[in-house]
């Protein structure tokens, strides 16, 4: 079965460099969320999307952005980089019309060292 | 808001015991509580689940059980398994959402099985 796809696996980046982080939901799930997850941490929510729409917005930065596009992939944007912007982020999709919207499924997360 | 802390941040166990991790909630009201498991540098992923009008459920080696009263929820794994060896969160989501974005995730347990 399809999984959710993100790109890239790694990542490398300068301190006031910008990032931008690629999703690919599983087919028909029509939610798409953002997390940042530290070392040892557990994931924080940072923004989300149903049907192309922003639909709740968690301890995202300012200077960070998303957006859904019409094939219904997403892109986080990273501008300003700071060194503590080094985590691993995962995009996780879920349908509104099985389990409920409330079951993620998370891809592999991308690893984004800022130095 | 939900807050949700969970107990151990560290569990060892012998091959082939049983491993115990808690959680409590706050909000009273939760009504949806997904437990995660993520392994070393891979994605978390959903194991089981259950809502507030349920009191256990089972899923082979793994169990859940809520106590609404107490306002709080455990997972139980028997006959422990080297590849149970993973960091597992719990989550609670606050009434009144249908997505997953207002789960709040607990901090997490590393459970070490020993062979």
């Known amino acids: 079965a399809a999984g959710v796809i993100q790109s890239p696996r790694h990542l490398i980046k300068e301190k006031r460099e910008t990032a931008t982080l690629k999703c690919y939901p599983i087919?028909?799930?029509?939610?798409v969320y953002w997390y940042q997850q530290g070392p040892g941490q557990d994931p924080q929510f940072l923004i989300s999307?149903?049907?192309?729409?922003?639909?709740d917005k968690g301890s995202i930065p300012d200077r960070f952005s998303a957006q859904q596009f019409s094939d219904y992939h997403s892109e986080l944007n990273m501008s300003s980089l700071e060194l503590g912007d080094s985590a691993l982020y995962f995009c996780?999709?879920?349908?509104?019309?099985?389990?409920?919207?409330?079951?993620?499924?998370f891809g592999s997360g991308t690893q984004l060292s800022v130095l | 808001g939900e807050n949700v802390e969970q107990h151990p941040s560290t569990l060892s166990v012998q091959e082939g015991d049983s491993a115990v991790i808690k959680c409590t909630y706050s909000d009273s009201a939760s009504n949806y509580f997904p437990w995660y498991k993520q392994e070393l540098g891979k994605r978390p992923q959903l194991i089981i689940d259950i809502r507030s009008n349920v009191g256990e459920k089972k899923d082979q080696r793994i169990a859940v059980t809520l106590n609404k009263t107490a306002k709080h929820f455990s997972l139980h794994i028997t006959e422990t398994q080297p590849e149970d060896s993973a960091v597992y969160f719990c989550a609670a989501r606050p009434p009144g959402y249908s997505s997953a974005s207002k789960i709040i995730f607990g901090s997490g347990t590393r459970l070490s099985i020993r062979p």
């Open positions: 087919p028909r799930h029509d939610t």
């Open positions: 999307f149903y049907e192309k729409m922003q639909s």
């Open positions: 996780a999709s879920s349908s509104s019309l099985t389990g409920g919207n409330e079951k993620l499924f």
